[in-house]
């Protein structure tokens, strides 16, 4: 071998070694890279799969005392400054009616860098019956897409069977996170509520107005819309009575009495329509409904009172059922007439016509009269009438 061969030879061999050596080093780097995203994936997506629920929560059980003398609202947040509420500005009633986006939990990022950690979760904690969930739940929605927070709720809140809700989400632990608690208002809207503090939070209270989520009532009713099995049924019903009553309008009535007659509650300031009542609404139904004939249905929870005070051959009392499919009953209904409660109120929501709502539900100067504010509760143009 010449010496022009071996000088050949060694560049090559010594270029191949450098070559070597740089993808080696990448080869290194890009691993060490590819590990940090895996770790970053963990962090991000690491919810303690712990289905307790918030109920349990040390916090929640201090808050369980007097509350009577407490602010509106007990926490820091109450201190800041109330501007922007999408439930008074008319102009955030924006596209989310037509066009409502969803949220989804976030997924692990794609790149280095990515701060999942500013995602913010909002819970709630249920209490009392089904009407008292709808508003919990139309509330959580609305605040929580108000301040681009991810709402979810547990799966151990009924609502998830009637209805065909998004956000039920088991497998978040939100033990130990500030709950906010509402205190002192039975319907009254409390703006605060859409200036929450910048952390993973869980409300609790009653949250009885609509002004919590008219900026997506296309979104809650989606969210309402009933299970299929429970449709099925009631369209079924309602096929037959049309059939029998052809050009009628279909006027829901709901006549709320049980649990309100109790002494307790009658002390505390509910009050429970007569029978002129109802006849004044059906009149007054009549009468805005022109020369349209009428045919009401007549859900209940005191059916032997409906048919002694309730006789007329254009009434039909039904006899008693599951919740939830008298609210199903009502909701298919053209229009609706209410006594007083939750339950009845989301009926007449829900049916999107006129209603006809008792005036006095809640008397004056009682207690609960002080934290009753009809013009959060009753949506406009509901039309109230007394005894």
Known sequence: MNQKHFVIIC????????????????????????????????????IPQDSSSVASDKKLSQSDTDISNKPLLTTTASKMFMKNDPAINEGQREETETHPQRFTLPKCPA????????TMYLTTVFSGRLGNHLFIYAMLLGVARAQDRVPFISDGID???????SFIQPHINSKGWRVI???????????????LPEENLTLRGSFQSWKYFQHIQAEIRREFTFSVPLQEKVQTILAAHRKMFLNHAVVGIHARRGDFLDPKNIKLGFEVPNGTYFEKAMSTMKTLLGKKNVTFLVASDDLN?????????????????????????????????????????????????????????ILPNTQLDRGFDKDDYYLPGWIGLEN
């Open 11 to 46: 560049c090559i061999n010594i270029l191949f070694l450098i070559l070597l050596t740089f993808y080696s080093t990448e080869f290194q780097f890009v691993g060490r890279s590819m590990r940090s995203i895996s770790v970053n994936c963990n962090i991000n997506t690491n």
């Open 111 to 118: 790149t280095l860098g990515s701060a999942s950690n500013s």
């Open 159 to 165: 609502i998830g069977q009637d209805f065909q809700i």
């Open 181 to 195: 608690e509402e205190v002192s208002s039975h319907t009254k809207f409390v703006p605060t509520f859409f200036h």
């Open 305 to 361: 009172w409906c048919q002694e005070n309730l006789n007329d051959s254009s009434v039909s009392i039904f006899p008693q059922g599951e919740p939830s499919f008298h609210l199903a009953l009502l909701a298919s209904c053209d229009h609706v007439i209410i006594s007083g409660g939750t339950f009845g109120w989301w009926a007449a929501w829900l049916a999107n016509g006129i209603t006809i709502y008792f005036k006095n539900y």
